[in-house]
């Protein structure tokens, strides 16, 4: 089927030291929950999140509205990625947030938005960093790298 076949090609094209061929997702509730601190201080104060400032850079030029449309979401999913850790990562990491965070609109965005374009890309980064033992702007490079395959080898 076609899944089989694209998860073939891109185990064919996993370098092994760019980013993990497995993830634990019975770990990764317990990780971004031990990342609190740091998301709590994005939450606070994102003005120093690439992602936040990448989003807010779309809000002003195509409005609220525009920058959430069907077209621009998926854009932005080019940029604020959670890579390697897949459509069943994010889902996952989605859900930690809800429990850590209180569901109301934050510096100018809705939740759910904030949730999507900043904490959980900020959350990937975090944990790559940790995966790896890379620097932030290498763990964002990986995260970019690898969200195909994150994308084939974990769908929701």
């Not at 709590?40 to 690439?50: C, F, G, K, Y």
């Not at 897949?86 to 809705?110: D, T, Y």
């Not at 759910?112 to 763990?139: G, H, I």
Request: aromatic fraction near 10%.
């Amino acid at each position: 089927c076609m899944r089989h076949r694209t998860e073939s090609k891109l185990k064919h094209c996993l370098p092994e030291d760019r980013w993990p061929a497995y993830v634990d997702f019975t770990m990764l509730k317990p990780r971004i929950e031990a990342c609190v601190n740091q998301l709590r201080e994005i939450w606070l104060d994102p003005q120093h999140s690439h992602f936040y400032m990448a989003t807010m850079q779309q809000v002003r030029s195509l409005g609220l509205e525009g920058a959430f449309n069907g077209k621009n979401d998926f854009d932005s999913s080019k940029v604020s990625t959670v890579g390697y850790f897949g459509e069943k990562g994010a889902f996952i990491m989605f859900s930690v947030m809800q429990s850590l965070f209180p569901n109301v609109p934050i510096h100018g965005l809705r939740f759910v938005d904030f949730v999507r374009r900043v904490l959980l890309p900020e959350a990937a980064v975090l944990l790559t960093q940790d995966d790896l033992t890379v620097s932030r702007e290498k763990a964002i490079e990986i995260l970019l790298a690898s969200r195909e395959y994150g994308v084939s080898m974990y769908p929701e």
